[in-house]
């Protein structure tokens, strides 16, 4: 089953503007991770956050967490057509079975 | 350097009939994943190898579907009597160790996966 759910399913945005998704998730986390995927290819690993951290920078990427809430989100700052991609948190419940949401897709028009 | 490379990149397949789908996980990774995922959907997990130790096989269908993985490298994932519920495109990814339960965590390397069609 899912355990991550991000939100929402879809964003456009222009180029140079900012986009944040969001990913919740029901169950006591060990970390939770983001990654990319590129249409037609495999994900590729962004960012990792553990439970005992609230926030990670990496270059344009900004990452949150809250326990408390169950949620995190991605900001992605100074977007570019390269950004276009679907975007998945993974939670990381204590085992070794990463749990995917369904994803957000992110469109970057030019 | 070289990631996970997995085979073919596309199958096209009758229903019925059985497919093998490869993965060459990266170099000296000691555990190996292999994920299923459907369109527009998330990862579904399928199993886990680590290493020698017995795999985890409890995110698989049914028994229609097997996985070996020999040696601790290459891991073959089996579908028998394909369905054309099975149509997915079936990722695997290898990690240098589990991902959880240390406290040390590693991320998964994704190969590009299989788009697996069954008519």
Same mark, same amino acid.
């Given at each position: 089953s899912q355990q991550g759910e991000e939100d929402p399913q879809a964003l456009s945005i222009q180029e140079g503007e900012n986009a944040t998704m969001n990913c919740s998730y029901k169950t006591s986390i060990n970390n939770l991770q983001w990654y990319r995927q590129n249409s037609g290819r495999g994900l590729v690993h962004l960012i990792l956050i553990r439970s005992n951290e609230r926030e990670k920078h990496s270059?344009?990427?900004?990452?949150?967490?809250?326990?408390?809430?169950?949620?995190?989100?991605?900001?992605?700052? /100074?977007?570019?057509a390269a950004d276009t991609a679907s975007y998945f948190c993974a939670t990381d419940g204590y085992d070794y079975?990463?749990?995917?949401? /369904?994803?957000?897709?992110?469109?970057?028009? /030019? | 350097g070289a990631g996970v490379s997995q085979s073919p990149s596309n199958k096209v397949t009758e229903k019925g009939k059985d497919v093998e789908l490869r993965c060459d996980p990266i170099s000296g990774h000691t555990a190996l994943y292999w994920y299923r995922q459907s369109l527009g959907q998330g990862l579904e997990f399928l199993i886990y190898f680590q290493g020698n130790s017995a795999p985890d096989k409890s995110g698989l269908p049914s028994d229609r579907f097997s996985a070996e993985r020999t040696?601790?490298?290459?891991?073959?994932?089996?579908?028998?009597?394909?369905?054309?519920?099975?149509?997915?495109?079936?990722?695997?990814?290898?990690?240098?160790?589990?991902?959880?339960?240390?406290?040390?965590?590693?991320?998964?390397?994704?190969?590009?996966?299989?788009?697996?069609?069954?008519?």
């Open positions: 270059g344009r990427l900004r990452v949150t967490l809250d326990t408390s809430k169950k949620s995190s989100s991605l900001l992605i700052t /100074a977007s570019r079975k990463l749990s995917f949401g /369904a994803g957000t897709t992110v469109t970057v028009r /030019a | 040696g601790g490298s290459v891991s073959t994932l089996t579908i028998q009597r394909t369905q054309q519920e099975d149509s997915a495109v079936y990722l695997c990814a290898s990690s240098p160790r589990p991902t959880s339960g240390t406290g040390d965590n590693s991320p998964l390397h994704f190969g590009n996966g299989t788009r697996l069609t069954v008519t």
